[in-house]
């Protein structure tokens, strides 16, 4: 995909490998979505990122390559099961704790979402976003939180892809959640 510096997975080629990371971070994240514990169901210890990796990409490559011999085949291609891409900059935090608590901790203090739902660290080489940013797969069943969280966060570090400047937005060829999205 042209407009991209760098990304994890590599979709220099193809958004094939997007798509694949979002059918397994959904299979991986089904059965672990608890409504009453939104501050630790997605944070399992298995999938948890190594501190200390070299860089914010391999911390990424490493949290997915955890999930690896999970079933993605139950998840339809080109499909989020009724939730929805959040697009996460975490060189632009606060970490003033605000979407924490209004999430109920669904957001850490550093407003990051749960590591079981990182899917993708990408780099645009085009357009307003000049740092990476951390995409990641919200459950239904969390989109309240999430927009709470959303809705407090005065750096706008955390967004929903459709609302961030950022390249993946303009996939022109795919239908994102409950409602197609018009790509810029």
Same mark, same amino acid.
């Given at each position: 995909?042209?407009? /991209?510096?760098?990304?994890?997975? @590599?979709?220099?080629? $193809? /958004? @094939?490998?997007?798509?694949?990371?979002?059918?397994?971070?959904?299979?991986?994240?089904?059965?672990?979505?608890?409504?009453?514990?939104? $501050? *630790?169901?997605?944070?399992?210890?298995?999938?948890?990122? #190594?501190?200390?990796?070299?860089?914010?990409?391999?911390?990424?490559?490493?949290?997915?390559? *955890?999930?690896?011999?999970?079933?993605?085949?139950?998840?339809?291609?080109?499909? /989020?099961?009724?939730?929805?891409?959040?697009?996460?900059?975490?060189? &632009?935090?606060?970490?003033?704790?605000?979407?924490?608590?209004?999430?109920?901790?669904?957001?850490?203090?550093?407003?990051?979402?749960?590591?079981?739902?990182?899917?993708?660290?990408?780099? @645009?080489?085009?357009?307003?976003?000049?740092?990476?940013?951390?995409? $990641?797969?919200?459950?239904?069943?969390? /989109?309240?939180?999430?927009?709470?969280?959303?809705?407090?966060?005065?750096?706008?570090?955390? &967004?929903?892809?459709?609302?961030?400047?950022?390249?993946? #937005?303009?996939?022109?060829?795919?239908?994102?959640?409950?409602?197609?999205?018009?790509?810029?």
């Amino acid at each position: 995909m042209t407009g /991209l510096e760098r990304s994890e997975p @590599d979709l220099s080629e $193809s /958004l @094939d490998p997007l798509w694949q990371r979002i059918r397994r971070t959904i299979a991986w994240c089904r059965p672990k979505v608890l409504l009453s514990e939104p $501050s *630790s169901c997605l944070r399992t210890a298995t999938t948890r990122p #190594r501190h200390f990796e070299p860089t914010y990409f391999s911390t990424v490559r490493g949290v997915d390559a *955890s999930r690896y011999g999970v079933d993605e085949g139950s998840v339809p291609a080109s499909s /989020l099961e009724g939730g929805r891409l959040l697009v996460y900059f975490p060189d &632009l935090d606060l970490a003033d704790g605000a979407a924490e608590a209004e999430s109920r901790g669904y957001f850490d203090v550093n407003n990051a979402p749960p590591w079981d739902t990182w899917i993708a660290l990408v780099l @645009d080489a085009v357009g307003n976003a000049k740092s990476p940013y951390l995409v $990641s797969w919200v459950p239904e069943e969390f /989109l309240d939180a999430a927009q709470r969280g959303i809705d407090v966060n005065p750096e706008q570090c955390i &967004l929903w892809i459709e609302d961030a400047d950022v390249q993946l #937005r303009r996939v022109p060829d795919r239908v994102i959640g409950r409602r197609p999205i018009t790509w810029r």
